[in-house]
């Protein structure tokens, strides 16, 4: 079927809500083109989701069985959920702040645990629903409504942070290659026990107005130019790295580490 096929049939509104330009429209496309290829329906998957922009996804327009949890909270419900009922394919689908900031503690223990469940983290490298806060994502020195002159720290790598608390799958994807996350969505719908997935979104209207690329295309154009595949990105010295993110699939922190800077490792 056909992008506009699968939205009719799999969203409960068609046209969503969302800020024009967002990315989490991507990434709803690609979801679904994916299972469509995997012979899937929606309804295989058993969804949880937390508060934020990324929940909506699941609360709002997906088709589908799925629990609407507190901020933070979507991981230990999907935890909860898959030891109920083993037989359950479990989805978490949530946003940086929600997963990794006040659900850190429990993201790092599904993992630790193994728990097998897929988790995708929407990174829109701040607090979008809840006005532009700065998050453990955040760009140093990038521009948010509470650093107003630069974000100050230094922000989380989260497929290291996976893979660094024992994560066997972790994979990281930008939407400015749709056709690659759906690729990408496919592997980590076949894969067994815990898999995440950061998937780098764009927002112009919290963070691009803020950081200089105010538009939906400007921040496309500006992943393309800071995203390498790992399959590029093998064939440049650690130094030539500076300044870039390596998307792909990765099994392992060693495997992880050869894709970083010599500032980022």
């Not at 006005?131 to 790598?157: A, H, K, L, Y």
């Not at 066997?168 to 898999?195: D, N, Q, W």
Request: charged share 20%; aromatic share 10%; with cysteine.
């Amino acid at each position: 079927m056909n992008t506009s096929q699968l939205r009719k049939l799999y969203l409960r509104e068609e046209r969503t809500t969302f800020c024009p330009g967002c990315g989490y429209e991507i990434f709803i496309n690609s979801f679904l083109k994916a299972i469509d290829e995997l012979g899937k329906r929606l309804d295989d998957y058993t969804f949880t989701a937390g508060i934020g922009c990324s929940a909506w996804v699941v609360n709002n327009y997906f088709r589908a069985d799925n629990f609407h949890t507190a901020h933070g909270r979507a991981v230990p419900a999907a935890v909860g959920l898959k030891l109920a009922n083993h037989d359950l394919d479990v989805v978490t689908i949530g946003g940086d702040g929600d997963l990794t900031s006040i659900g850190g503690n429990h993201l790092i223990h599904a993992i630790r645990r193994s728990t097998p469940i897929a988790v995708f983290c929407l990174n829109n490298y701040l607090y979008g629903m809840t006005g532009g806060q700065v998050g453990p994502t955040t760009p140093q020195d990038s521009r948010t409504s509470t650093t107003i002159e630069g974000n100050p720290e230094r922000p989380f790598d989260l497929v290291n942070l996976v893979l660094s608390v024992g994560g066997k799958y972790a994979s990281r994807y930008p939407t400015v290659y749709p056709h690659l996350l759906t690729k990408g969505i496919k592997g980590m719908l076949l894969c067994e026990g815990f898999r995440f997935m950061e998937v780098i979104s764009q927002c112009p209207r919290q963070y691009g107005v803020r950081n200089e690329v105010p538009t939906a295309s400007s921040m496309l154009a500006w992943q393309k130019e800071h995203y390498l595949s790992k399959e590029k990105a093998r064939n440049l010295r650690s130094a030539e790295l500076e300044d870039k993110t390596v998307f792909g699939d990765f099994r392992s922190i060693k495997e992880y580490s050869c894709f970083l800077s010599e500032e980022g490792a």
